[in-house]
C-alpha cells in the first residue's frame, strides 16, 4: 500500500497516553473496501477481529495483496476502516497518534536532517528541551548501533543504517506499539538478521507492543509471541498461532531446535492452504 500522506507532524502534536493495560489493541469486525481508480469497489480485508495484549510481539503473514499493510495502517490511523472499529487502549482509532510508532518505508527519513536531527525531531516537536532531547537521541543512537554516525547524513548510510535510524527516531517517541511494516524486507541476508536480533534485545528491555508485517516465515517465528496467518485476498484471519518457545531467543540456537522449524513448517503449509498466490485487480 503505497500512498500515504506524511502524518509524522501530527503524531508529534498529541500528548502520549500512558498507563498499562491487558488489551493493547482491539480490532473489532473490520472490513476495509477501496475505491480503485477503475471506480470498482475493491474489498481489501473482511471481517478482520483480533486482539493484541500490552507488550506482545504479533507479526502479519500472508499472501500479497491480502491486507497486510492496510491492517497496519487502520491500527496507525491512517486509513479508516470502512466496517468495524480498531481501538488502541479502549478508544477509537480517529487518526495517526503518538502511542502509535510507524516504522514504514513511506516515512522516509529527513535528508536534510543528520541522524542526529532525525532522531530529535520527534523529542523536540514535544516539547523536549534541547539538551534533554540531545541525551535521550544519542542514548537511542547508541541502542540501535549507530554510536558515532551521529553527525552522519541519510545519503552517507547503507539501508541497514537507515532502517536503524528510523527505528531509533519512532523509538525517542515513545511509542506504546511499534508498526514495522516489512522493516527489513530490502536488507540483505546478514543484514537482516542482525536487525532481527538487534530489535528483540531492544523490545526485551522494554516490551512495547510490537505488530510486525513480513513476508518471512522464519522472521515471524523468530520474533514472535503470535503469528496472525492471513488468507488471500480478501483477507481474512485464518489462525492465530501462538508462539511457545523460551526466551531471550538465540537464532542460531533456534535454526536447530525442532519446535522451531515445526513453526516454520506448519505456517508454511497454512499459508500454501490458503489458495494461489495470484492477484486480483
Ligand atoms: N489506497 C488504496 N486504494 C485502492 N486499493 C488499495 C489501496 N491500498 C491497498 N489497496 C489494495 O488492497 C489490497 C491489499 O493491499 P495491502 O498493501 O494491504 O496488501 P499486503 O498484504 O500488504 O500486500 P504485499 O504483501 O504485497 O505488500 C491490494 O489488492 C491493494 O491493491
Not at 253 to 266: A, C, G, I, P, S
Request: aromatic fraction near 6%; proline fraction near 6%.
Amino acid at each position: 500500500m503505497k500512498v500515504l500522506p506524511s502524518r509524522l507532524e501530527v503524531q508529534a502534536q498529541s500528548v502520549p497516553l500512558r498507563g498499562q493495560v491487558a488489551a493493547m489493541i482491539e480490532i473489532d469486525h473490520v472490513s476495509q473496501v477501496f475505491q480503485t481508480s477503475a471506480r470498482q469497489d475493491h474489498l481489501a480485508l473482511s471481517d478482520i477481529s483480533l486482539t493484541i495484549e500490552d507488550g506482545a510481539f504479533v507479526s502479519i503473514l500472508g499472501p500479497s495483496g491480502c491486507g497486510k499493510s492496510t491492517l497496519l495502517y487502520i491500527v496507525g490511523g491512517f486509513v479508516n476502516p470502512t466496517k468495524g472499529v480498531a481501538k488502541v487502549k479502549g478508544k477509537a482509532i480517529t487518526g495517526p497518534g503518538p502511542d502509535r510508532g510507524p516504522v514504514f518505508q513511506e516515512f522516509a527519513l529527513f535528508p536534510w536532517k543528520s541522524v542526529l536531527g532525525n532522531v530529535m525531531y520527534g523529542p523536540r516537536q514535544q516539547g523536549v528541551k534541547p539538551a534533554e532531547a540531545e541525551a535521550q537521541s544519542r542514548a537511542l543512537i547508541e541502542m540501535v548501533g549507530l554510536k558515532g554516525f551521529e553527525n552522519f547524513y541519510p545519503k552517507e548510510l547503507s539501508g541497514g543504517m537507515k532502517q536503524r535510524v528510523a527505528l531509533a527516531r519512532t523509538l525517542a517517541y515513545h511509542p506504546a506499539v511499534l508498526l514495522m511494516d516489512e522493516p527489513f524486507g530490502a536488507l540483505d541476508a546478514h543484514t537482516r538478521t542482525r536487525l532481527q536480533n538487534d530489535l528483540l534485545n531492544i523490545w526485551e528491555r522494554d516490551r512495547k507492543t510490537v505488530l510486525f508485517v513480513t513476508h518471512s516465515v522464519e522472521e515471524a517465528v523468530f520474533l514472535s509471541d503470535k503469528v496472525v496467518v492471513m488468507t488471500r485476498s480478501p483477507g481474512r484471519i485464518k489462525q492465530v498461532v501462538d508462539i511457545d518457545l523460551p526466551r531471550p531467543r538465540r537464532r542460531a540456537e533456534l535454526l536447530l531446535d525442532t519446535r522451531f522449524q515445526k513453526y516454520v513448517v506448519d505456517i508454511e503449509r497454512m499459508i500454501d492452504d490458503t489458495g494461489e498466490d495470484e492477484l486480483h485487480p
